[in-house]
Structure formats: structure tokens, C-alpha cells
């Protein structure tokens, strides 16, 4: 998994930069930006959800409770499972 630190090592400057850029990017140089931007897209750099969650002290997790014993091999429930995970896949949360 990339790390903040390969992109900044990457667009060659700091930590710092690269979080200040994510964080504060009017406070940077279109050209810092441009370079950090390009590291982050060339390395494939996602945020580390668990770093994210302590940051803004929200897990982005949903818990789904099912009140009957299921079997992990009964395809209706797995499919309701794999149906809520596609959604909030695309709302980045987690199930």
C-alpha cells in the first residue's frame, strides 16, 4: 500500500507538503500541487481509511444485524450482504 510518505519521497518534497496540499491547498503553489497531484495518480495513492477515521473521529462503517441464525452459505442473505457492501462501496463506507 502507497504511503503519504512514497508520494511525497515520489514528488520530492515533504510530508508536510503533500498533507498540506490534501489539507490546506490554498496555501500551496499550483506547481506543488501539480506535482504532488501527479505522484499521487502515478503511485496509485489512496488515504488510509483507519488514519481518516481517527482524524475526523468517524469510522465510515455500518453494522448490518441479522436477527436469525444464517448459514455463511445461504445465497439470499449473501446477496443482500454483497448488494449493501456494492452501495456503500460507492459512498466510502464500510460494512
Known amino acids: 500500500m502507497t504511503t503519504l510518505r512514497d508520494v ?12 498540506r496540499v490534501f489539507n490546506h491547498p490554498e496555501t500551496v503553489s499550483d506547481e506543488l500541487k501539480e ?11 489512496h488515504p488510509n481509511a483507519s488514519a481518516k477515521a481517527l482524524k475526523n473521529k468517524k469510522t465510515q462503517v455500518i453494522k448490518v444485524l441479522i436477527l436469525e441464525n444464517i448459514s455463511s452459505a445461504e445465497p439470499y442473505y449473501m446477496r443482500v450482504l454483497a448488494g449493501i457492501t456494492k452501495k456503500l462501496d460507492t459512498l466510502q463506507y464500510s460494512l
Do not use: I, P, R
Request: net charge positive; charged share 15%; aromatic share 8%.
Open 8 to 19: 511525497a519521497k515520489k514528488a520530492n518534497v515533504s510530508q508536510m507538503t503533500v498533507s
Open 35 to 45: 506535482l504532488v497531484f501527479s505522484a499521487v495518480k502515478e503511485l496509485n495513492y
